[in-house]
C-alpha cells in the first residue's frame, strides 16, 4: 500500500468510528430505545363541569387512598389536563361543592365512574371526555348532627382576627389532640353573625377547630382556628350528657 492508500483508509475509519460514536449507525447487539418523557392526558369534565378534578391512580393501587397524581381544577369549559409519567393508570373525575381536593364524596358533590385502565406513553397524548354525574342519596362522609334534637352539645360564636363574625365556618370536633384523624363530628356553617351550634349523641371530651373547608392541612390564604382557651396547644372541651356548653368562640386567622 503507497502513502496515499493509507492515508485514505486511515480517513475512512475515522470517519466510520465518528459516525458510531454519534448514533448514525446503532453499534453491533444494540437495541433502539424507548421514547422516554412523560405524556398527558386531556378531555372535557361533562356537562362541561368546571372546577372539577382528575385523579389518577396506578393501576393495582387502592382508590380509596391518596392519588398518584391531581390535575389542577378544570375550566368553565369543563377542560382539564394531567401529565403523567409512561404508565397504566385508573382515572376518576371528583368536583365536591365545597371545593375540596381530598375528603369524602358527599351527597351534591359530582364524581365519575373509574375509568381504565389507560396507557399512557412517553410522549403521547391521550384524549379522554369523562362524566361525573351528581352524587344523590344518603351522605355517606361526615355526620352532620346539628339537625337532630339533642340535649347536649356546644354553642358559640367564630371570629375573624379583627374581631369580626365569620360566616359559613364549621365546627370540626375531634377526640384527639393532635387533631390529625378525621372529626368526629362537623357542623353546619355559621350564621352571619358566626354563631354556630353543635350537638352529640353523648357527652365526651372533645378538641375544636373551625374551618371553612374540610380535608387535608390548612392551605395558604385558608381561614383557620382552634380552640386553645388561651394556650398554645389546643384546649380540651368537657361536655357533660344533658348539657349544652355555651360561649365556646373560636377566633379564626388567615395561614401565611
Known amino acids: 500500500m503507497n502513502v496515499n492508500g493509507w492515508y485514505r483508509t486511515r480517513a475512512a475509519l475515522l470517519a466510520l468510528a465518528l459516525l458510531l460514536l454519534t448514533g448514525f449507525f446503532p453499534a453491533a447487539g444494540c437495541k433502539k430505545q424507548e421514547q422516554g418523557g412523560t405524556g398527558v ?3 372535557k369534565a361533562l356537562a362541561p363541569l368546571a372546577e372539577a378534578y382528575l385523579y ?4 393495582g393501587s387502592d382508590l380509596r387512598g391518596p392519588a398518584f397524581a391531581t390535575s389542577e381544577a378544570s375550566g368553565q369549559d369543563g377542560d382539564f389536563s394531567l401529565v403523567l409519567p409512561p404508565g397504566k393508570y385508573l382515572l376518576v373525575l371528583r368536583k365536591r361543592v365545597e371545593g375540596e381536593t381530598i375528603g369524602p364524596v358527599n351527597t351534591g358533590d359530582y364524581r365519575s365512574e373509574i375509568v381504565g385502565p389507560i396507557t ?3 410522549g403521547e397524548e391521550v384524549v379522554k371526555d369523562i362524566v361525573a354525574p351528581r352524587k344523590v342519596g344518603e351522605t355517606k362522609g361526615l355526620p352532620t348532627l346539628n339537625k337532630i334534637p339533642a340535649k ?3 354553642t358559640g360564636t367564630i371570629v375573624d382576627s379583627d374581631g369580626k363574625p365569620v360566616q359559613g365556618a364549621r365546627i370540626q370536633a375531634y ?4 387533631m390529625s384523624e378525621r372529626p368526629k363530628y362537623v357542623s353546619e356553617g355559621s350564621g352571619v353573625d ?3 351550634s353543635l350537638f352529640f349523641p353523648e357527652g365526651g371530651t372533645y378538641y ?3 374551618r371553612n373547608k374540610f380535608g387535608g392541612p390548612p392551605k395558604i390564604g385558608e381561614l383557620y382556628g382552634r380552640y386553645d382557651d388561651g394556650t398554645i396547644e389546643p384546649s380540651a372541651v368537657y361536655v357533660k350528657d ?3 356548653l355555651k360561649s365556646v368562640n373560636i377566633t379564626m386567622h388567615k395561614i401565611w
Open 41 to 43: 392526558i386531556k378531555g
Open 56 to 59: 389518577a391512580y396506578r393501576e
Open 120 to 122: 399512557v406513553r412517553g
Open 152 to 154: 347536649t352539645g356546644i
Open 175 to 178: 377526640q384527639h389532640s393532635q
Open 194 to 196: 358566626g354563631s354556630y
Open 208 to 210: 375544636l377547630a373551625a
Open 242 to 244: 344533658g348539657e349544652i
